[in-house]
């Protein structure tokens, strides 16, 4: 009883580690996916993808300095107060617990809106948090900073 107990486990785990190692690549997939979509949405004013990617317990601590909720940040998104001209994000990291993602890289935006930086550009460091809620990904915390200049 003992050796089959221990075949099977030499036999099946592997397979079970090579099984998650799978869903994590596709779950990666997804997280770089939606990133895609966040940075299209936001360059294209797209508050109804937005809703759908933010969690209605998101978070973000903005690079200003404010600590604000999805009901703020669509709240300035709509209002026209946040918006870009230009966007580029460069996902550095990403790695898996379970059914959250850390997310985390540089990103390069022009500002536009009624910000008081319109109209220049800023290098960001940004961290970005998943989480898997009802069957799909949606961001529930977000860290962005402006990297001084030197």
């Known amino acids: 009883m003992k050796r089959a107990?221990?075949?099977?486990?030499?036999?099946?785990?592997p397979i079970l580690t090579a099984g998650?190692?799978?869903?994590d690549r596709l779950d990666e997939r997804e997280?770089?996916?939606l990133n895609v979509q966040e940075v299209d949405a936001l360059?294209?004013?797209d508050v109804a993808t937005l809703k759908r990617l933010w969690s209605d317990d998101l978070v973000v601590t903005n690079p200003f300095n404010r600590f604000?909720?999805?009901?703020?940040?669509?709240?300035?998104?709509e209002s026209g107060t946040l918006a870009f001209t230009a966007y580029?994000?460069?996902?550095?990291?990403?790695?898996?617990?379970?059914?959250?993602?850390?997310?985390a890289g540089a990103e390069t935006v022009v500002w536009a809106g009624k910000l008081p930086l319109t109209g220049q550009?800023?290098?960001?460091?940004?961290?970005?948090?998943?989480?898997?809620?009802?069957?799909?990904?949606?961001?529930?915390?977000?860290?962005?900073?402006?990297?001084p200049q030197s």
């Open 68 to 77: 604000i909720d999805k009901r703020q940040v669509v709240g300035m998104t």
């Open 43 to 45: 360059l294209g004013n």
């Open 5 to 13: 107990v221990l075949a099977f486990v030499v036999v099946a785990a």
């Open 121 to 147: 550009t800023s290098q960001l460091r940004f961290t970005g948090v998943w989480m898997k809620q009802g069957g799909r990904w949606q961001e529930v915390a977000r860290h962005a900073s402006i990297v």
């Open 31 to 33: 997280i770089r996916r």
């Open 20 to 23: 998650q190692a799978g869903n």
């Open 88 to 103: 580029q994000r460069q996902i550095e990291y990403v790695r898996l617990y379970g059914d959250t993602a850390i997310v």
